[in-house]
């Protein structure tokens, strides 16, 4: 079955906590171009706030969450998306729990004391009732995707700590290559685990015809759109396709300001600007937002049980900057190393 995979990223900007990255794949019956999940899931789910839960709120992180607002509306749609994709197996009880679901390798905070022995229950919001208020229209959203033929297949996140972000921007001399090479090789397992759940269905690869001609092996269990936003204003990432799609043939179709989109066979990849306007990476942006939130709550409890009345932060550069400042002292009484704490760029 054809299928649309919606890719993002939170954390890009700060100097302080992870760089997360999430893909959320659908399977979808036809044309994965023509799919408009907006009209697929009406009524049920939107873009806009929903103050009085008529509907689940999908749409960019930065709309869904701001620090005024708290963190309800973003919980209540992500772990709705996580109640269809496990099919009523039910949220995760922590945040490891869920980092341990979504993450393609087990959860591994080695060298981050900030994680070590501590932990967070899911929901985490006031009176825990993100779910349970929200179960009719989960339900509804369920028999909605069974009506349609669509299926939320996977969701799959990387948590990159600053040590390792610090250790690829330099090898790129780059933040935006530095972010393009972790959300490729993200892709890369995606591709990998959906080839394996469609027995035996493989990327598409070169096949020599003769006369120098080269054609693609595609047939219509590879038919995929790849839907990203645009990394550090990146117009050509060409270079960077081969980490997900291995020795694919790739073909550049535009390159430009708005849209970056190239075809690999029967997979179509597009990197465009606002592309948080599709659902599918939408539905990622929070996902990574959400899981970021959380290892921030861990991270400034970690800072603040050891130095009371510190105030907390989201790790953005000029508060990361008298953050850092505060916590200096302890930092070098504790040991840690300035590359585990702090992102260069």
């Not at 954390?11 to 994965?32: F, H, I, K, R, S």
């Not at 120098?212 to 759109?225: C, F, K």
């Not at 060409?238 to 179709?253: K, S, V």
């Not at 597009?270 to 990476?281: A, D, Y």
Request: net charge negative.
């Amino acid at each position: 079955m054809p299928f649309v995979i919606g890719m993002d990223e939170a954390g890009y900007g700060p100097n302080l906590g992870p760089l997360v990255v999430t893909a959320v794949v659908w399977e979808v019956p036809g044309d994965p171009r023509k799919i408009d999940f907006w009209k697929e899931f009406a009524e049920i789910v939107a873009p806009d706030a929903a103050p009085h839960r008529q509907h689940l709120q999908i749409a960019d992180s930065k709309v869904v969450y701001t620090p005024s607002r708290g963190l309800a509306a973003l919980e209540t749609g992500v772990l709705a998306a996580l109640e269809l994709w496990r099919d009523g197996g039910g949220v995760p009880p922590t945040f490891r729990e869920l980092c341990r679901l979504v993450t393609s390798d087990a959860f591994d905070s080695t060298g981050e004391p900030w994680f070590d022995d501590s932990d967070l229950e899911i929901p985490h919001t006031a009176q825990g009732e993100t779910v349970g208020d929200s179960a009719s229209l989960i339900e509804a959203w369920r028999t909605r995707c069974t009506q349609r033929g669509l299926r939320l297949i996977s969701i799959r996140s990387e948590m990159t700590s600053p040590e390792r972000f610090n250790a690829c921007t330099r090898r790129h001399d780059s933040k935006g290559r530095a972010l393009t090479e972790l959300s490729m090789q993200l892709l890369g397992r995606v591709w990998r685990e959906i080839a394996t759940r469609a027995g035996g269905f493989t990327p598409p690869v070169r096949q020599r015809l003769g006369h120098d001609r080269e054609e693609i092996a595609t047939g219509e269990d590879q038919s995929a759109l790849i839907l990203a936003d645009k990394h550090g204003g990146r117009n050509r990432y060409q270079e960077f396709l081969p980490l997900a799609f291995g020795d694919g043939f790739i073909q550049c179709r535009a390159e430009s300001m708005e849209s970056s989109r190239y075809q690999i066979g029967g997979a179509e990849i597009r990197f465009e600007t606002k592309s948080e306007r599709h659902l599918p990476v939408a539905l990622a942006s929070m996902v990574c937002k959400y899981v970021r939130e959380l290892a921030m709550i861990l991270f400034n409890r970690f800072w603040s049980a050891r130095l009371p009345g510190l105030k907390p932060t989201a790790g953005y550069p000029l508060d990361a900057v008298r953050f850092r400042g505060e916590i200096a002292a302890l930092q070098r009484e504790m040991g840690i190393a300035d590359d585990v704490l702090w992102r260069e760029r």
